[in-house]
């Protein structure tokens, strides 16, 4: 999964929404670029279910799966260690 896909996934659980349409998608800001396609390809790999015209995107259970994901890194970083 590429960062860019992530973001796309990470602003579904930002705002709390099961679907969202193809202008929130291209309005998501993000280094690597943005724009529909990584949304596209959340679809093609089952996260994501387009409606037929790819104008709205909603969650699949495989992406609610990942965003439950509640992800710790496994190693603290120097600023983590100084309390």
């Known amino acids: 999964m ?39 390809s959340l679809a093609e790999k089952g996260f994501l279910a387009a409606d037929d015209t790819r104008q709205n995107f909603a969650l699949t259970p495989k992406a609610k799966e990942f965003l439950a994901i509640d992800y710790k890194p496994e190693v603290e970083s120097p600023a983590d260690q100084e309390e």
């Open 2 to 40: 590429t960062a860019a896909e992530m973001r796309v996934l990470q602003e579904y659980r930002r705002i709390a929404a099961d679907t969202l349409g193809v202008a929130a998608i291209k309005a998501i800001k993000h280094p690597a670029g943005g724009g529909e396609a990584p949304a596209i």
